[in-house]
């Protein structure tokens, strides 16, 4: 098949049994590999998504100008479609975006907007959306993606992730373990599943110091799970139990994953293979788990994969 464009890409990412790194008898951990959209992410969906709608509906046109505040890879994403469709784009970052994804953002042509002073929660979440509604008043024809609230969001994944496991698994399915942010990757993968596995477990893995849940605000260093804000997305009663982990445990299961599955993915991915290791005492025999591995490792080399960082992150940890 040839494809019209890169945003033509985006999808039908292949499902993999983690069977090194979980051998356990009974036990089959499934992933679903969205690292290898083409940019590079899970994100990769909605931003095609929400752009294509909006150019179908109207909402979107030759002179719109996208803006959105994201942690690098909507913000990819979304550079990636404007390319495509020829649209501006102004991205709203703040200094713990990674070095690799600043530079990627600008190759695609981004504007890149960083804001630079932290909100009252220790982040910059905040202050990104405070200064994304500035730009917004000022750029002409200018469009809020708005991540965190619309519903194509979720709606992406509900007709991506969701319908692409229903058909290619082969059999049942007992649990998705899915870290969150926005919450709509989660949100859309689970109505989708519920609709052919009714009693599905779902499983949200958020960093300690995220507040989407009620937790109690505290420093994260790893960009892409967790948020300072609770998403207008959420719905609370649609999550089954929610599993936190810390930067370390992220760093660690992202380390065990390449190790044992030759799988090099990102901080968020980490966050699920740590979330599974503590659920495994809980799991039924037989029992069949999916989870999503939602962006590359390559956006992590200079965090999670970087040495001196473990080491910063080490001391950190031992202060607190």
Same mark, same amino acid.
């Given at each position: 098949?040839i494809?019209?464009s890169?945003?033509?890409c985006?999808g039908?990412?292949p499902?993999?049994?983690?069977?090194?790194?979980?051998?356990?008898?009974?036990?089959?951990?499934?992933?679903?590999?969205?690292?290898?959209?083409?940019? *590079?992410?899970?994100?990769?969906?909605p931003?095609?998504?929400?752009?294509?709608?909006?150019?179908?509906?109207?909402?979107?046109?030759?002179?719109?100008?996208?803006?959105?505040?994201?942690?690098?890879?909507?913000?990819?994403?979304?550079?990636?479609?404007?390319?495509?469709?020829?649209?501006?784009?102004?991205?709203?970052?703040?200094?713990?975006?990674?070095?690799?994804?600043?530079q990627?953002?600008?190759?695609l042509?981004?504007?890149?907007?960083?804001?630079?002073k932290?909100?009252?929660? *220790?982040?910059?979440?905040?202050t990104?959306?405070?200064?994304?509604q500035?730009?917004v008043?000022?750029?002409?024809?200018?469009?809020?993606?708005?991540?965190?609230?619309?519903?194509?969001?979720?709606?992406?994944?509900y007709?991506?992730?969701?319908?692409?496991?229903?058909?290619?698994?082969d059999?049942?399915?007992?649990?998705?373990?899915?870290?969150?942010?926005?919450?709509?990757?989660?949100?859309?993968v689970?109505?989708?599943?519920?609709?052919?596995?009714?009693?599905?477990r779902?499983?949200?893995?958020?960093?300690v110091?995220?507040?989407?849940?009620?937790a109690?605000? *505290?420093?994260?260093?790893?960009?892409?799970?967790?948020?300072s804000?609770?998403?207008?997305?959420?719905?609370?009663t649609?999550?089954?139990?929610?599993?936190?982990?810390?930067?370390?445990?992220?760093?660690?299961?992202?380390?065990?994953?390449v190790?044992?599955?030759?799988?090099?993915?990102?901080?968020?991915?980490?966050?699920?293979?740590?979330?599974?290791?503590?659920?495994?005492?809980?799991?039924?025999?037989?029992?069949?788990?999916?989870?999503?591995?939602?962006d590359?490792?390559?956006?992590?080399?200079?965090?999670?994969?970087?040495?001196?960082?473990?080491?910063?992150?080490?001391?950190?940890?031992?202060?607190?």
């Amino acid at each position: 098949m040839i494809y019209e464009s890169v945003a033509s890409c985006v999808g039908q990412t292949p499902l993999v049994r983690l069977r090194r790194l979980f051998p356990q008898a009974d036990l089959d951990i499934i992933a679903k590999l969205e690292f290898l959209n083409p940019g *590079g992410s899970v994100k990769d969906r909605p931003a095609r998504f929400i752009v294509e709608k909006g150019l179908q509906d109207g909402t979107i046109n030759s002179r719109t100008h996208l803006v959105e505040s994201t942690s690098g890879n909507l913000g990819i994403a979304l550079a990636m479609m404007a390319r495509v469709y020829k649209l501006s784009f102004t991205c709203v970052v703040d200094p713990k975006i990674s070095p690799t994804n600043l530079q990627i953002l600008q190759q695609l042509g981004a504007n890149v907007d960083m804001v630079t002073k932290p909100d009252d929660q *220790g982040g910059y979440l905040k202050t990104r959306i405070q200064r994304v509604q500035e730009l917004v008043k000022t750029i002409p024809h200018s469009l809020w993606i708005n991540q965190y609230a619309n519903q194509l969001n979720w709606q992406a994944h509900y007709n991506g992730i969701g319908g692409e496991i229903i058909a290619n698994l082969d059999g049942g399915l007992d649990c998705v373990v899915i870290a969150v942010s926005t919450t709509g990757t989660i949100l859309g993968v689970a109505r989708r599943l519920r609709e052919k596995f009714p009693n599905i477990r779902v499983i949200a893995v958020d960093a300690v110091g995220s507040v989407i849940f009620g937790a109690p605000a *505290g420093k994260r260093e790893l960009p892409g799970i967790g948020s300072s804000r609770v998403p207008e997305l959420l719905n609370k009663t649609e999550i089954d139990e929610i599993v936190y982990v810390d930067d370390w445990e992220s760093m660690q299961g992202c380390r065990d994953l390449v190790t044992h599955e030759g799988i090099f993915a990102g901080g968020s991915s980490g966050s699920v293979v740590a979330a599974i290791k503590k659920l495994l005492p809980t799991f039924p025999k037989p029992y069949r788990v999916l989870t999503v591995f939602p962006d590359r490792g390559e956006r992590y080399l200079d965090l999670v994969y970087n040495d001196d960082w473990v080491t910063r992150l080490q001391r950190l940890t031992a202060v607190v």
